[in-house]
């Protein structure tokens, strides 16, 4: 299951090989060109019925948040940084896979019986954590990982609940997967389409930028794992997005005011074909497309979301309700560019 | 240009909702300009074609506001800033939006004041319920100030948005004065977009209009007023030539012809370092394989709330100034 082997798949930005192998392979049989550029973006391109005609881009980014060792200590553990925005206080006692060998590890941190009565009123800081992969000594540990090797989360995919799952890097697996199943439909549109799957969005969306300036396309969506924070403690008017209300489309986040015309023909296709839909309620966050929507002259762009809870930590849920209907939301707005020409 | 001015300035145009200023702007260049379009991002370029160097001129259409996150069943409107809003600016404030629907703003109780947050906030618009607020309040629209501006103070104005309408006027008024002339000089005139969350209007029509040299217009701050964050810029002292500010270091050749300019036609002007915030400058000399940029600024008090002050002499020297530029050959001299 695509979804499955997205998200237990390997993919710290800068070393997003394992999600960028599923993907090849998975697109390959459906596309014209599938391509991995200098910065690791990979590019499946679906040709249109004219050379000349418009070029559309889908984006979805490989990479997920994770860490990075930075130093080995005599006594063997390792020290590691964030890479992306991860919360320290999620860090703890979780159970971690280093390097393209996965070596399994454990993040410690002083045991509670040696804190002093401040250090356990107060959340671990970074400082104090470190990943303990059971070597020895520096010697044993160097023959398993070296520094820049980056760690991810051993988090399983699994069901739960009625109709929902839980996995890490829902953001933005999630939005590879429903590119990579768009693909696989073997369906052909009259405008090119362009997939990317995007490398180091969550260091500064650096991927999407350099393959919206080799691509030029004329339009650009970037789909999303973005927050839902619908549960308790947090007041309604901050929830941003809901599970199961269907796919969120943004108006404007910290990186794009999102081309208005776009929101608008997505909403009427969804409209047209019963699909549902929600307006992602924070203006906070950033995207691909923030850094897509400024190339060369300019290219409209757009974001379209899976509500996605407990975002940028080592477990996330979503509804698979929500991954379909952003499925069948994204194949109705490329349909209708093909009944009704580009929105902008 | 009082007219233009007042014109703009109370015109609805929130980053990423620039069509009202853009429609004022448009029929003021057409007829001044060999060619005026609008780019994907939605700037309105206005390009003075011939022969010499092209000269590109900046000013944002856009001003900060506020926008629409979240309608409760009560009618109350959350919302979140775009761009520099303070939310102790919005206390007592009325904005407008697109549509025409005016609103004030609220708060949850308060311990203290110092808790002040959007998130804390709301703005209500006189809905009764969630159906009749949802009715002329969609999540994702754009509010800006609703403030009338007073050119009748005597030599000075306040309005909202003088950030940067005072520069849009100023650049319409230098087209006005080109118009018939033969300078040695193109000219492209940019009234940008989405300048307040991060000047990116500017970046992509840099990149389109491809200039030799890259001047924005905007305002900056002053430090004349009692107790003032230490700032040697004072309101009626002349337009200020921008030395730095956080996004740009104006190139030391264009800055030294800026003062030329102002220095053999008698016209006051300034000096700018500002050390906090940006320009259009900043993207524009970053583009392609570097653009030799500078600015030049409209000295304005109390910028981003809804009453800024400027004093007109600034704006109208801030005219002389760019086309006694514009009249010297500016392609040799610079690198």
Redesign the interface.
């Known amino acids: 299951m695509l979804l499955k082997a997205l998200t237990e798949a390997f993919g710290v930005p800068g070393q997003e090989h394992e999600v960028r192998d599923i993907l090849r392979d998975h697109v390959r049989p459906h596309c014209d060109e599938v391509e991995t550029d200098s910065i690791g973006n990979l590019i499946a391109i679906k040709r249109g019925a004219s050379k000349d005609g418009p070029k559309v881009m889908l984006a979805a980014h490989m990479d997920e948040i994770g860490l990075m060792v930075t130093y080995i200590e005599k006594s063997g553990v390792l020290r590691f940084y964030p890479v992306g925005g991860i919360d320290p206080r999620v860090l703890v006692s979780k159970q971690v896979l280093v390097g393209r060998d996965r070596i399994p590890g454990v993040i410690g941190a002083k045991p509670i019986h040696l804190q002093k009565r401040d250090e356990s009123e107060k959340p671990f800081e970074l400082e104090g954590l470190y990943i303990d992969i059971g070597a020895k000594d520096k010697d044993e540990a160097e023959k398993l990982v070296k520094l820049g090797d980056g760690v991810i989360f051993a988090t399983q995919y699994a069901e739960i609940g009625s109709g929902r799952a839980k996995a890490k890097a829902f953001d933005d697996r999630v939005g590879c997967a429903v590119i990579a199943e768009l693909l696989a439909k073997d369906r052909r549109w009259g405008f090119t389409l362009q997939a990317v799957f995007t490398v180091q969005e969550e260091v500064g969306a650096r991927g999407a930028q350099v393959a919206a300036y080799a691509l030029e396309p004329d339009l650009a969506v970037a789909l999303e794992g973005t927050t839902a924070s619908d549960v308790p403690g947090s007041k309604?008017?901050?929830?941003s997005t809901r599970l199961g209300k269907g796919p969120a489309l943004t108006?404007?986040d910290a990186s794009l005011?999102a081309d208005?015309r776009i929101?608008r023909r997505l909403m009427e296709v969804a409209e047209a074909r019963g699909i549902p839909f929600q307006?992602r309620?924070?203006?906070?966050g950033g995207t691909d497309a923030g850094r897509i929507?400024?190339?060369?002259?300019?290219?409209?762009a757009g974001v379209v979301s899976v509500p996605t809870r407990y975002i940028h930590s080592p477990v996330s849920i979503i509804d698979k309700q929500d991954f379909e209907h952003t499925l069948m939301l994204m194949e109705a707005f490329l349909d209708s560019i093909d009944e009704r020409g580009l929105p902008? | 240009m009082k007219e233009l001015l007042k014109k703009l300035a109370e015109a609805y145009g929130p980053?990423?909702n620039e069509g009202p200023v853009r429609e004022i702007l448009r029929k003021e260049v057409e007829g001044l300009a060999d060619e005026v379009k609008v780019?994907?991002?939605g700037?309105l370029i206005a390009a003075r074609r011939g022969p010499g160097p092209r000269v590109l001129l900046a000013a944002h259409m856009d001003e900060v506001g506020v926008?629409a996150?979240?309608i409760?069943e009560k009618g109350f409107v959350?919302f979140?800033?775009?761009g520099g809003v303070s939310p102790y600016t919005l206390l007592g404030e009325r904005v407008v939006f697109e549509n025409g629907t005016v609103g004030t703003f609220g708060t949850e109780k308060l311990d203290d004041i110092k808790d002040l947050k959007f998130?804390k906030m709301f703005i209500d618009i006189g809905a009764v319920d969630e159906k009749s607020a949802k009715e002329k309040v969609?999540?994702?629209d754009?509010a800006g100030f609703q403030r009338d501006a007073r050119l009748d103070l005597g030599g000075r104005v306040i309005a909202k948005s003088l950030d940067d309408r005072s520069g849009c006027a100023v650049l319409v008024q230098v087209l006005r004065e080109l118009k018939g002339r033969d300078i040695p000089n193109q000219v492209y005139v940019v009234f940008s977009v989405?300048e307040e969350?991060g000047t990116?209007?500017a970046?992509?029509?840099a990149?389109?209009v491809n200039p030799d040299i890259g001047i924005a217009v905007d305002v900056t701050g002053t430090g004349d007023t009692p107790e003032a964050y230490p700032m040697d810029v004072s309101l009626g002292k002349g337009p200020a030539i921008k030395v730095k500010d956080s996004s740009v270091i104006t190139h030391p050749r264009l800055r030294q012809l800026m003062v030329d300019a102002a220095r053999e036609k008698g016209i006051p002007y300034q000096l700018e370092v500002l050390e906090r915030g940006g320009t259009d400058a900043g993207p524009i000399h970053l583009t392609r394989e570097g653009v030799p940029s500078g600015a030049i600024s409209i000295p304005t008090r109390y910028i981003h709330t809804p009453s800024e002050m400027a004093d007109l002499s600034d704006i109208e020297n801030a005219v002389k100034l760019i086309v006694a530029l514009l009249e010297k050959p500016l392609g040799e001299k610079l690198l």
């Not at chain 1, 929507?293 to 409209?300: D, F, S, T, V």
Request: charged share 20%; glycine share 10%; hydrophobic share 40%.
């Open positions: 309604e008017h901050l929830y108006h404007t005011l208005m929101v307006l309620e924070l203006a906070v929507h400024l190339i060369r002259e300019g290219i409209p902008c | 980053a990423g780019d994907a991002l700037n926008i996150t979240h409760d959350r979140s800033n775009v998130a969609s999540v994702g754009i989405q969350v990116r209007g970046k992509t029509a990149y389109g």
